[in-house]
């Protein structure tokens, strides 16, 4: 009895070619996985440019938040003031000392039987000793 001995069939996928041997049944599936793995690593690449330097991004939010801490610190001071000019107002409306201080500061009044006396002081480079 003879035995015959097996020979290998190509399978239906897989076509011999005089380059080389059979091409794998998922090699155009690794060729597009790293494809598609290399253009997830560009998109991330240029979603973190955007993050960091782009328009928008963290270092303008900083410089933002930096602007918003001065205006604050600004504001603060400006109601501060309007505060102290409301009250100086309301003082004017009621008091009669603020009133006769404004007047003796700003525009040198004195009252009657006062004597006004004004210092003129040298300049300090023209003293003479």
């Known amino acids: 009895m003879r035995r015959s001995t097996p020979v290998a069939m190509p399978s239906p996928g897989s076509e011999t070619t005089a380059a080389g041997p059979p091409a794998r049944p998922g090699a155009s599936l690794v060729v597009i996985m790293r494809w598609l793995l290399l253009l997830l690593f560009v998109a991330l690449g ?3 440019y955007r993050l960091w330097l782009g328009d928008g991004g963290l270092s303008e939010l900083h410089a933002l938040r930096t ?3 001065e205006h604050e610190v600004e504001l603060e001071r400006l ?3 309007n505060s ?3 009250a100086e107002v309301q ?3 009621t008091g009669l000392d603020a009133i006769e201080e404004r007047a003796r500061n700003e525009l040198g009044m004195i009252r009657r039987g006062e004597v006004f006396l004004q210092v003129i002081e040298e300049p ?3 003293k003479t000793q």
Do not use: H, T
């Open 46 to 48: 240029f979603l973190q």
């Open 67 to 69: 602007q918003i801490a």
């Open 79 to 81: 109601q501060d003031r």
């Open 84 to 86: 102290a000019l409301a």
């Open 91 to 93: 003082n004017l409306k």
């Open 124 to 126: 300090e480079g023209e």
